[in-house]
């Protein structure tokens, strides 16, 4: 890989403008009105956030009020209104809230932390590091995540902060025009690093960043889910500080659809999830997640919905567009018709007959009723249901991944119902699901001769460790911003009540292990950044509901007649 010794810093050009474009404000109603619309709109952009609308969201997602959440949410959503002011800053680090109730006592700590973590190149913050833990040896923990900055950007974009994410979505964008090879092997141009850092020569008082695209990666594979998240936090700044202008860079643009080229070519698929390998996303070692892996399927989902916002409508931008709008149905009927399970469709799996040869097929993957694993017959309570795993022919993963269905709900992946009942899950299987530190990346765990099998005897991977049904505090911010969306707050103010009583005296862990989260992982880094920031954004969420706008997308209702 070659390092570039060019100046990597951001265009000084780039221009603020107060008026809104259509990238901030259009919420797709029918994605197919958007390829007859020959250009952005302007639109006159509010500064001010309706505050009876606030108010009555907030005492509306108070538990007194949860019977009328789910229309409250509803109706928050459509308001015209439902925009932000870049100058209002969020009080969740100020003495007093909006609520007019004292902060948590973590809070000034949490953004102490995550202050400490901030990595600057030639002078500017572009991002924070992984883990500020000094007791243990850095590997690459000392690095800039694309995925792992994600809380840390939507914290300083609640807090009034936008110009350390803007800085960051530029110096990522110039790393992807790098030349990016393994071994002999040059790979796509539109890849996005996993994880960059900045090297200080102190000899020639110089900075350089170094990227790494999964060459240095445990499994050497590339991060699918970077370019994905790079598109979500771009949208979210956009809708944030009502600044279109970066999104419309032509740098910015070119991004986008060098990402989109590579997710959308054409191929031998006959499904249009995407086909990705091992330890390609958050859960980055060998897990048994190949395949069609639900959290790269929602965040592709989510990241084609937010491009929508964000392409302009020339030449180039409009043939994406199309593309975009006919694989988002393809990929919303998909996903919803055999990823989806509930008690009834778990039942006619039970009942499945097998080797149907024909297009009137009802066992459309030939899955074999004799495979369904025993716990997901106790696991799966009678009102609620999930997204699973993974589906491919023969195979069905049925655990359960917090990080693709919180997804799904912010993205209207899942519809209404089924965002209502992925939280009924929750609520039943709480002590699995949260036990005592919030939340299980995934259950359950894997053990015994199958671990051996599936993560080739990883000793990280243990049962209820990391990856393999470990607690991530990250999640919190995910779960709070669904619970939201769905106007039920009550569950987030319980996960975030239960981090609070470990989460500071245990150092900020990367994770938990344990089957309800008990102990501090065995090799969880302390300081992790983004337990910190995870915590910020749930609090902030919570405290001002307003926020969510920046990262969920309404329903598009036009699918769900398809």
Known sequence: MSIPNSDMSQNGNIRH??????VAEIEEIDFSK????PSLLNMERKRSFDERSLSELSVALSPRHSSRNADISSRFFDHPEYVFSPSRRSLIGTPRSLT?????????EAWETLRRSLVFFRGQPVGTIAATDTSEEKLNYDQVFVRDFVPSGLAFLMNGEPEI?????LKTLRLQSW????????LGEGVMPASFKVLHDPVRNSETLIADFGESAIGRVAPVDSGFWWIILLRAYTKSTGDSSLAELPECQKGMRLILSLC???GFDTFPTLLCADGCCMIDRRMGVYGYPIEIQALFFMALRCALLLLKHDDEGKEFVERIVKRLHALSYHMRSYFWLDFKQLNDIYRYKTEEYSHTAVNKFNVIPDSLPEWVFDFMPTRGGYFIGNISPARMDFRWF????????LSSLATPEQSMAIMDLIESRWEELAGEMPLKVCYPAIESHEWRIVT????????WSYHNGGSWPVLLWLLTAACIKTGRPQIARRAIELAESRLLKDNWPEYYDGKLGRYVGKQARKFQTWSVAGYLVAKMLLEDPSHLGMIALEEDKQMNRQ
Do not use: W, Y
Request: with cysteine.
């Open 165 to 169: 994410v803007k800085n960051f979505i």
């Open 456 to 463: 080739g005897c990883d000793p990280k991977n243990t049962r």
């Open 34 to 37: 958007l390829l007859d619309r």
């Open 17 to 22: 403008v107060d008026s809104l474009c259509s």
């Open 100 to 108: 007019g109730f004292e902060p948590h006592p973590m809070v000034a």
């Open 402 to 409: 917090c990080l693709g269905n919180c997804i799904a709900i």
């Open 179 to 186: 030349e990016k090879k393994i071994d002999r092997f040059q």
């Open 264 to 266: 959308l070519s054409e």
